[in-house]
């Protein structure tokens, strides 16, 4: 008897606690827009640099500066990529956010479907400094077409071929403007036991998607249509994955090794070491290469090339946004500090460390001495990148297309083959689970 | 067992062969964590191109290891003393006592031991950041959410392990204890404990041991201010490099606190399963 | 008054301690003792566990977790989805399902084996046992990431020692994937058993050291070999040992989440897909923590019948014996 009124009587506390939990979520989202007393800013940013102690000192003289100019704290907090997602995850869910947050821009859909974050409207767009002194195509990314972004750009990234200019000049090469010049290349670059005509992410899912994507968008294909439904199994969808695909199957110019790539840093190594010719990576690569010992003049960037008759897509529009979220307190300096951060002063300063491009119209690219090479991929970003799709499934699509990318190129690694009907199989059951989960 | 020439071939290939199961990983470890950077990212090799001590150095700049440190040290202790408090206390009820429940008691929370820690980790969050909202105690991100946490997943099996040392020491023992005019507490303190004390060391060292390898609520429920090594180790792949000779270095460092002080107490953990296996 | 001189000294034979009720006892202390446990088990586990059985009959998706008391009602939705093995997300959960299993049996079988195996070697005394025993408990004692990062270094396909030993020994080309593709499964095992195998050891040497020695030798004295002596002493000794052991282990293997998440990251192969790791990633990944408690439940649900099927054979036979 005592023992089940004990009992009740601590279920009932508990519980109410967690009745009290159902209630709680949306304490915090009226008291937005005050500029109350203490100003300060909790601001997450992702790992741009080195390592995150490098970050922290990239940014803390310019936070610094920040609160000299208005008085605003902020409080930093920098975090690992593997951390990131699951943290913003959980801010969300709790409502127990820091006011400002960097995310990766293709997660901006999916994240503003969670109604979390403020939407830079016709007011908050002014305060940040008005919308027209962004490059357009980065400013696409901050959210769903047709309504108010609730990102803006904050570091520009696209992806470009690296090659090594001593192993061209050897082998008589020119850079590629093709696919399939690219592919010959790669064959005549690969010398069994010694050298790979290309090094790929190949066991990295959020890198996959990129080139499904990438690759698919090259043959006019779409993952989602205009109702926000997968496409994924089209014809173009699935030549595209194969095409990728097929650097390592039937072209053979990557180690099947790549298929234990679970990150960009182990394919920009090997070229870096000068183990490959070519990597297609994103401009960030720069810091990697040299830090393991590659001099800046060593390697060319051209764009990624399409098929002959292919659209010139060379990238997708990535990089790094801004958000706020909806209920901070300190509305007011968060756009301040958003205005700050996407200023053209405090643009140069970052862009260079964390090898960013401009996301501002009239900014040049500082993040390489290389002018030929900064002018590339200025080009790619402006002109030949696509956003991936600004849909709320997108990042349903990264984690199902991208790891059924994963399972075949560890396939082909392990001396199985892929064909398209697999591919398209592959392909339907990703399709499957993004329409179950939605 | 008699000791025949057919059970001495038997005992050399069976040390032999998981000795070097077991020793060839904690040789890699130690041997990767002398190696200059290139060595590790080449060829395997078994001794390193040049001894070098700059992964130990290097390590504590690569991430902020030390303050991981500080932090996995006072949330282990601290889970790991309240732990052993509270079990020895529930032990000793449910060892010494009958009582309505009793069995409910014991069948219950050994059950919390095969919760699957994915089905609360979201709920617990989320209740950890109300109790916040509420009544303003911080939870999330803090080493008090991380203390309270872990010491209740060593909890179930430190009560089971520790009634089953309990029942194994003579009643009369504490009932002399309570006839020279100790309360059952006294005899508790006492008889019970002092008897037990191997007991109580085996659960301390899982205890200790649960807390500092824990990873999944290590990896929601911290922030920078709070992490431990569990998830701090993680972070020697970044975005330019893969430090694996940091990282050995890292896991030898962080290894050796509980190895030494596993190894210093086994003869009681030893002694403390055996009491609770043999219940 | 007199058993007290009696006792003082300890009785030599081992009393279970067996609950009775005392007169004089206040009948609130085993409750005030056992409050602070009850609490805090309700509080870090029952009662999340609670909400997280409410929420798999929800429809918690990212367009709700802001605001999630606003989510709406699934009914069965979720289980339906996860138990639909017709469609990817029920098949992907049957796959799971599939892998887990044959990692726990293995595992667990894997571990015993070598667990049994090393502690009859070091059964009888002989010179250097200590030593060898610390050594055995060292993969034990050393905190699980740190360990399984060791063995992901080590299974690097280019760079790992296990391709080189396997190459120098002339066992392969030294050119295999253990991280991804069907080797996975057996990278897991070896990674997670490399671990649990000296617990088991541990568990069965203590067990060993209650079994009087006086059997042995009168079975030596019948002329009993070595063999005979471990089926027909040994093992019945230890049965009740093994029961706990083996089910444990069970409990452990099955939900295993540091292994596949420290070894693979983000990039698990299926081969290597354990169920506590896909549900992390549905709920996680895809944001759809709805289906992901639903998992979850229906994961709870098969370890108590598992758990409760194994007590009750075990239980039946054991009162027979």
Redesign the interface.
């Given at each position: 008897m005592?023992?089940r009124s004990?009992?009740a009587a601590?279920?009932a506390t508990?519980?109410g606690?967690?009745l009290a939990?159902?209630?709680g979520?949306?304490d915090k989202s009226g008291s937005s827009g005050g500029s109350s007393g203490d100003q300060t800013l909790t601001y997450w940013a992702s790992n741009q640099g080195t390592s995150l102690d490098n970050d922290k000192e990239v940014l803390t003289p310019v936070l610094k500066k920040f609160t000299d100019e208005t008085g605003i704290k902020v409080n930093l907090e920098v975090i690992g990529w593997?951390d990131l997602?699951?943290r913003i995850?959980t801010a969300?869910?709790s409502?127990q956010a820091p006011d400002v947050v960097n995310i990766g821009n293709t997660w901006a859909a999916?994240l503003q479907?969670?109604?979390?974050f403020l939407p830079f409207d016709g007011d908050a767009m002014t305060a940040i400094g008005g919308k027209d002194k962004f490059v357009p195509t980065a400013l696409a990314t901050g959210g769903k077409e047709g309504t108010d972004p609730t990102s803006v750009p904050l570091y520009g990234l696209a992806y470009g071929l690296y090659y090594n200019k001593a192993m061209f000049a050897a082998a008589g090469l020119q850079p590629p403007k093709t696919w399939e010049e690219m592919v010959t290349d790669a064959k005549k670059l690969t010398v069994p036991g010694k050298q790979w005509g290309m090094a790929l992410a190949a066991?990295?899912?959020?890198e996959n998607v990129h080139f499904a994507f990438i690759n698919a968008a090259q043959n006019k294909a779409d993952w989602f249509n205009g109702d926000g439904k997968p496409t994924f199994t089209g014809d173009g969808n699935v030549q595209g994955v194969l095409r990728y695909l097929d650097l390592m199957q039937k072209d053979k110019v990557a180690n099947?090794?790549n298929?234990?790539y679970?990150n960009g840093t182990k394919s920009v190594n090997d070229f870096a070491t000068k183990k490959v010719a070519m990597v297609i990576n994103q401009n960030n690569a720069d810091s990697s290469i040299v830090a393991n010992g590659m001099k800046a003049g060593e390697y060319g960037v051209v764009p990624f090339p399409a098929p002959a008759g292919g659209e010139q897509v060379a990238s997708h529009v990535a990089g790094i946004n801004l958000s706020v979220f909806k209920n901070t307190k300190h509305k007011d300096a968060a756009l301040k500090f958003v205005k700050y951060m996407t200023d053209a002063t405090t643009q140069s300063t970052l862009d260079k460390p964390f090898s960013a491009l401009p996301v501002l119209k009239d900014a040049k690219p500082n993040f390489t001495t290389d002018a030929a090479e900064a002018a590339t991929f200025q080009d790619i970003y402006n002109t030949k990148s696509k956003p991936l799709p600004l849909v709320?499934a997108e990042?349903?699509f990264e984690?199902?297309v991208g790891k059924a990318m994963?399972?075949m190129?560890?396939?082909i690694?392990?001396g199985g083959t892929v064909s398209a009907d697999e591919v398209k199989a592959a392909l339907k059951?990703?399709?499957?689970?993004v329409a179950?989960?939605? | 067992?008699?000791?025949?020439r057919?059970?001495k071939i038997?005992?050399g290939v069976?040390?032999t062969v998981?000795?070097l199961?077991?020793?060839?990983?904690?040789y890699?470890?130690v041997t990767?964590s002398l190696k200059p950077l290139k060595d590790?990212?080449?060829?395997?090799t078994w001794w390193p191109s040049n001894l070098t001590l700059t992964p130990f150095v290097d390590m504590w700049k690569t991430v902020p290891l030390a303050r991981y440190f500080v932090n996995s040290t006072i949330v282990s202790v601290a889970a790991t003393v309240f732990s052993v408090a509270?079990?020895i206390?529930?032990a000793?009820?449910?060892?010494?006592?009958?009582?309505r429940g009793?069995t409910v008691?014991t069948t219950?929370?050994l059950?919390?031991?095969?919760?699957?820690?994915?089905?609360?980790l979201?709920?617990?969050f989320?209740?950890f950041v109300n109790i916040n909202n509420s009544f303003g105690l911080q939870l999330v991100g803090t080493r008090l959410g991380l203390i309270?946490?872990y010491?209740?997943f060593s909890?179930?099996f430190s009560?089971w392990m520790l009634a089953g040392y309990?029942?194994?020491?003579?009643?009369?023992?504490d009932?002399?204890a309570l006839?020279?005019g100790c309360g059952?507490m006294g005899a508790l303190w006492r008889v019970v404990l002092p008897a037990a004390r191997p007991g109580v060391i085996a659960v301390a060292i899982y205890s200790f041991?649960t807390a500092?390898?824990e990873?999944?609520f290590a990896s929601v429920m911290t922030t920078e201010a709070n992490r431990t090594?569990?998830v701090g180790?993680?972070q020697y792949s970044t975005q330019t490099n893969i430090y694996?000779n940091q990282?050995?270095a890292a896991?030898?460092i962080?290894?050796i606190p509980?190895?030494i002080?596993?190894?210093l107490a086994?003869r009681h953990?030893?002694?403390g399963?055996?009491a609770g296996?043999?219940? | 008054?007199a058993?007290?001189t009696?006792?003082?000294a300890?009785?030599p034979t081992?009393?279970?301690?067996r609950?009775?009720?005392r007169p004089g006892?206040k009948?609130?202390?085993?409750?005030a003792?056992?409050?602070?446990?009850?609490?805090?088990?309700?509080?870090?586990?029952?009662?999340?566990?609670?909400?997280?059985i409410w929420?798999s009959f929800i429809k918690l998706?990212?367009?709700f977790?802001?605001?999630?008391?606003a989510a709406p009602s699934a009914g069965l939705g979720n289980y339906k989805?996860a138990l639909d093995f017709n469609?990817?997300?029920g098949?992907?959960l049957l796959k799971s399902f599939g892998v887990t299993i044959a990692f726990s049996l293995i595992t667990v079988a894997f571990s015993w084996v070598?667990g049994m195996?090393?502690a009859?070697?070091l059964?009888?005394e002989?010179r250097g046992r200590g030593l060898?025993?610390?050594?055995?408990?060292?993969?034990?004692?050393?905190?699980?990431?740190?360990?399984i990062?060791?063995?992901n270094?080590?299974l690097?396909?280019?760079?790992?020692?296990v391709?080189?030993?396997l190459n120098q020994l002339h066992l392969s080309d030294g050119?295999t994937?253990w991280?991804?593709?069907?080797?996975a499964l057996i990278a897991l095992i070896t990674v997670a058993g490399?671990k649990l195998w000296?617990f088991a050891f541990?568990?069965l040497?203590?067990?060993m050291?209650?079994i009087p020695r006086d059997l042995?030798e009168a079975a030596?004295v019948d002329g009993a070999?070595?063999i005979r002596?471990?089926r027909n002493i040994t093992l019945p000794s230890l049965r009740?040992?093994n029961l706990?052991?083996v089910l444990v282990l069970f409990?452990w293997t099955f939900?295993d989440?540091?292994t596949p998440?420290?070894l693979f990251?983000?990039?698990q192969?299926?081969a290597g897909d354990l169920?506590?790791f896909h549900?992390?990633?549905a709920?996680?990944?895809?944001?759809?923590?709805g289906?992901?408690?639903a998992m979850?439940?229906l994961?709870?649900i098969f370890?108590?019948i598992v758990?409760g099927a194994y007590l009750l054979i075990t239980g039946r036979r054991s009162r027979r014996a």
């Open positions: 005592r023992l004990l009992v601590v279920a508990a519980m606690i967690s939990a159902c209630g979520g949306d593997n997602q699951t995850q969300i869910t409502g999916s479907a969670t109604d979390a066991g990295s899912y959020t099947p090794s298929a234990q679970d709320p990042d349903q984690s199902t994963n399972t190129f560890a396939k690694a392990t059951t990703a399709e499957d689970q179950a989960s939605s | 067992m008699r000791e025949t057919g059970f038997y005992r069976v040390l998981l000795g199961f077991v020793l060839v990983p904690l890699v470890m990767s590790v990212q080449g060829a395997f509270i079990a206390l529930a000793f009820a449910v060892s010494r006592f009958k009582f009793r008691f219950t929370v059950s919390t031991q095969m919760f699957p820690g994915v089905l609360f979201l709920p617990l989320l209740i309270i946490t010491l209740t909890l179930p009560i309990f029942d194994s020491i003579p009643r009369e023992l009932e002399a006839v020279d059952p041991m500092w390898g990873v999944l090594l569990s180790l993680r694996w990282i050995m896991a030898l962080v290894s509980v190895v002080g596993f190894l086994q953990f030893v002694a399963v055996t296996a043999v219940k | 008054m058993v007290a009696e006792t003082a300890p009785a081992k009393r279970r301690g609950p009775e009720h006892l009948r609130w202390l085993p409750y003792l056992l409050a602070p446990a009850v609490l805090l088990e309700l509080f870090i586990h029952i009662v999340p566990m609670l909400v997280g929420m998706t990212k367009f977790i802001a605001n999630w008391s989805v469609n990817a997300v098949q992907g070598l195996a090393a009859v070697a059964q009888p002989f060898v025993r610390t050594l055995f408990l060292v993969p034990y004692a050393l905190p699980a990431y740190a360990g990062l060791t063995w270094f080590m690097q396909r280019d760079t790992g020692a391709n080189h030993v050119k994937f991280l991804i593709g069907g080797n490399w000296t541990l568990t040497m203590a067990g050291q209650s042995y030596s070999g070595n002596q471990w009740p040992v706990v052991l409990l939900s989440f540091n998440y420290v990251g983000t990039a192969p299926p169920i506590t549900i992390y990633n709920s996680f990944l895809t944001w759809n923590f289906t992901g408690a979850s439940v994961l709870l370890l108590m758990t």
